[in-house]
């Protein structure tokens, strides 16, 4: 299907940009690699009037890496992240995730921005945002604040961010220990039937530190409170394993669709979260 008709803008300061979306009201969005929000235009599920194109927008874009800080631009796409050498480096959990986002064509127009703030319970990065317990740069006509990840999302497609503010960057301290990303989709491309991030931290036989968020398994990514702290301070033995993975499952709250019924999803879950903190407790 075609598009209705709209406006396009292309500001070239987050400033312009934040006076068109003002300007507008909820008949403006704004734009970024665009590979979420032209196929729901085209489906007519998003009808706008006003589109403000970030592609202009210099300031939005790069990775900067300054000790344990790690900040990426709201336009920086998912290809850019898989090819920086430094970022592989200090949060290769970053590659290993961004790598299993659609297909290079998608991720060469994705970015890392309207990822996290489409509200997508499919997209990946908000489920690694939360793992990394990253926090959201979001400018408006009355300045600018951050946002956890952890507290971004309400619903699916209704986050923190208010309709006039835009997404700039993204913020989150290297991540230490093993980690893993570890995802089930029904063929390669394709979104997550149920996904997990896992980090962990070992200190001598002991884990000092552990992190779990989940992908695509409810209406929002979930951090899995519950599973972080049976597995903080136990010896990630096969209990601790077990005992992790089921907390971690229960938080989860799928929904029946064309990926599954719930049970199924269920199983999905179990199996990619025993995956990834197999994997981290490995390469910690
Ligand atoms: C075939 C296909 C397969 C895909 N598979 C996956 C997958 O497996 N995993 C996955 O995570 N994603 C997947 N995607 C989605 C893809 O990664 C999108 O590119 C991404 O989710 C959105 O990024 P974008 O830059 O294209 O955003 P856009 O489509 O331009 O925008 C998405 C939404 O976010 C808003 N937005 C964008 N940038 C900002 C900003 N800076 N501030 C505020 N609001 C903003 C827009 O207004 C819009 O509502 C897939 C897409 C396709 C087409």
Redesign the pocket.
Known sequence: MIPAAFEYHRPDSIDDAIKIITEHGDEA???????????MMKLRMADLSHLVD?QQISE?KGIIIEGQSVTIG??TT?HELIAHEELAKVAPIMTEAALQ??DPQ?RY???I???V??G?P????PGLMQLLHASYTLAGPNGTRTVQARDFYEAAYFTA?EEEE???SITFNSPVGGYAYEKQKRKI????TAAAGVLITKDGGTCSHASIALTNLADTPIYCEEAVSILTGSDLGAGAIEAATMAAVNASDPGEDNRGPIEFKKHAAKVVIRRALERAIERA
């Open positions: 969005r704004v734009i970024a690699g665009g590979h979420s929000l032209i196929p970030l939005l709201a336009m998912q986002i659609a998608v127009m994705g970015t921005g309207g990822n703030a489409n997508d499919g997209n990946d990065m961010r835009i997404l700039t491309g394709d979104y997550a």
